[in-house]
C-alpha cells in the first residue's frame, strides 16, 4: 500500500462525493464515442486505485451512449465518478481542451490523465504514482520509449512515423525543456496539480503534455515510467490530418514569439500579391487596378495567416476583424499605387518589379516614418 504524502487539496470535492474520502488521485478520461470501453475501463480502474482514495473525472464530447455507460458502470462502482458533458458547439480544443477541463475539475492533488480506449493500461497508475511521491516529481509520464515500454499497439507504419517524427520534431523545438522527455506524445500521465498554472491551460492544444511542458513557469521536475501502449479495445481512433495540422500549428506558436510570426506572414504575402498582380496585368487588367486587386487578395492571405499562426485560439467572429485589419492594411497603396504609376507609366519598368519595388518602399517608407516622427 502506498502512503502518499499530505498535500493541498486543490479543490474542495463536489457535493455528490458526500460519503467518501476526499479524493488522493484524480483520474481524467478524455472521451469521444467509447460506449463500449468505459464499463472495462472503470472495472480495471477501480482494481488499479484500490488502496488510494480517488475519483473518476470523464470529460466527454461523445454523440453515442458514452455518458450512460458511463452512468451505468459508475453506479456499481465504490469510486466516485463524474461526467462532464461538453454538448457539440461546446468542445472547445478537442482532446487538448477536454484534458485541460479535466486538470481544472480535479479535486485531488495529484492528477492522472489517461486515454478511455485501455491503449492506456490502468495497472501503471500505482506506479506512476509511487514513482512521483518516491522522487518528488511534479510530473510522471508513461512513456513507450523506455525500458518495460512498447509502441507495438500504434497500429500502422504511417501512424508510428508521424508519432516519432512528431516526437523528434518537439524535442528539437525545445531541447532544453524537454531534456529527459522521451514521448512528447504521450496522452498518459501523472501531473501534481499544483505545479501546473490551470488558468493559463488554456481549453486548446491537442497535446497537453507539450502544452504542460512548455507553458510551465519554472522547470518541472519530470520522470517517465515505461507502459506498453495496447491496441484498441473497441471502436476506431479519432485521430485526423486536422489533429495533426492543429498539433504543428500550436507547436509553432509555442516555439516562435508573436512578433516574429507576425513578421513571417506578412513577409509571406509578398507571394501573392506579386503573383496576382502579374497575373490580373497579362490577363489584360490595367496594372494599377491590378495592384489593387492583387493587394486584396495578399491582405485576405494575410489575415488568414494571423488567423491560425498569429492570433491563434481567438473567439469571436473573424467577420468583424476583417473590415478593420483590410482597412490598415489598404493604407500602404496610398503610397504604392502613386509609386507603380511612376515606375511603370512614367519609366516603362514591368510590373513584376515595379510591384516588388513598391512593396519594398513601402516596407522603407514605413520604417522612416515610425523612425523620423515616431521615435524622434
Ligand atoms: N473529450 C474528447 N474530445 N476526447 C477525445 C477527443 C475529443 O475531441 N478525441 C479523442 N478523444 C479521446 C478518445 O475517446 C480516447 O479516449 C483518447 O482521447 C485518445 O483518442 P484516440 O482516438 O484513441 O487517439 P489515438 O489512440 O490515436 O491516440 C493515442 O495515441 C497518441 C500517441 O500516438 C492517444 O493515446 C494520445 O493521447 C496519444 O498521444
Ligand atoms: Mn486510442
Known amino acids: 500500500l502506498l502512503r502518499l504524502p499530505l498535500l493541498p487539496h486543490p479543490r474542495t470535492p463536489p457535493e455528490e462525493y458526500r460519503g467518501h474520502l476526499a479524493p488522493e488521485v484524480s483520474v481524467v478520461v478524455p472521451t469521444r464515442n467509447e460506449q463500449h470501453n468505459v464499463e472495462p475501463l472503470l472495472r480495471r480502474l477501480e482494481r488499479a486505485l484500490r488502496g488510494q482514495t480517488g475519483e473518476v473525472i470523464f470529460v466527454d464530447d461523445s454523440d453515442d451512449g458514452t455518458p450512460d455507460a458511463i ?21 472547445h480544443g478537442g482532446l487538448g481542451g477536454a484534458v485541460s477541463e479535466g486538470i481544472a475539475l480535479c479535486a485531488a492533488p495529484y492528477a492522472v490523465v489517461i486515454d478511455g480506449d485501455l491503449q492506456h493500461p490502468p495497472e501503471t497508475i500505482p506506479t506512476l504514482l509511487a514513482t512521483a511521491v518516491r ?4 510530473l510522471v509520464i508513461a512513456s513507450r520509449y523506455v525500458t518495460g515500454g512498447s509502441a507495438s499497439g500504434l497500429s500502422g507504419t504511417t501512424r508510428q512515423l508521424v508519432s516519432s517524427s512528431s516526437n523528434l520534431l518537439c524535442r528539437l523545438a525545445f531541447p532544453r525543456r524537454l531534456r529527459g522527455v522521451s ?9 501534481r496539480v499544483a505545479a501546473v498554472d490551470r488558468r493559463g491551460l488554456r481549453p486548446d492544444g491537442y497535446k497537453i503534455l507539450l502544452e504542460l511542458l512548455a507553458t510551465a ?5 519530470v520522470r517517465e515510467v515505461g507502459y506498453v501502449f495496447a491496441a484498441r479495445h473497441a471502436g476506431d481512433s479519432n485521430v485526423s490530418v486536422g489533429e495533426g495540422v492543429r498539433f504543428a500549428r500550436r507547436l509553432f506558436a509555442l516555439r516562435v514569439p508573436r ?6 506572414v ?20 490595367h496594372y494599377l487596378a491590378a495592384a489593387i486587386i492583387a493587394t486584396q487578395i495578399a491582405i485576405a492571405w494575410n489575415f488568414a495567416g494571423c488567423e491560425l499562426l498569429v492570433w491563434d485560439r481567438q473567439n469571436g467572429s ?26 511603370v507609366g512614367r519609366w516603362g519598368l514591368g510590373v513584376g518589379v515595379a510591384t516588388l519595388l513598391s512593396l519594398a518602399v513601402a516596407v522603407l517608407v514605413r520604417y522612416l516614418v515610425v523612425d523620423r516622427l515616431i521615435y524622434r
Do not use: E, K, Q, W
Open 135 to 138: 522522487d518528488d516529481a511534479d
Open 259 to 264: 512578433a516574429a510570426r507576425f513578421a513571417l
Open 183 to 191: 514521448d512528447v506524445m504521450s496522452g498518459f500521465f501523472l501531473v
Open 318 to 343: 473573424r467577420l468583424r476583424r476583417y473590415p478593420p485589419f483590410a482597412m490598415v492594411n489598404n493604407l500602404d497603396l496610398v503610397i504604392r499605387l502613386p509609386l507603380l504609376a511612376l515606375l
Open 266 to 285: 506578412g513577409a509571406s504575402g509578398t507571394v501573392p500579391n506579386l503573383l496576382g498582380t502579374a497575373a490580373l496585368h497579362r490577363l489584360g487588367l
Open 217 to 221: 513557469a519554472g522547470p518541472l521536475r
Open 71 to 91: 452512468a451505468r458502470a459508475g453506479s456499481a462502482l465504490a469510486l466516485p465518478v463524474r461526467v462532464h458533458h461538453r454538448p457539440a458547439g461546446a468542445r
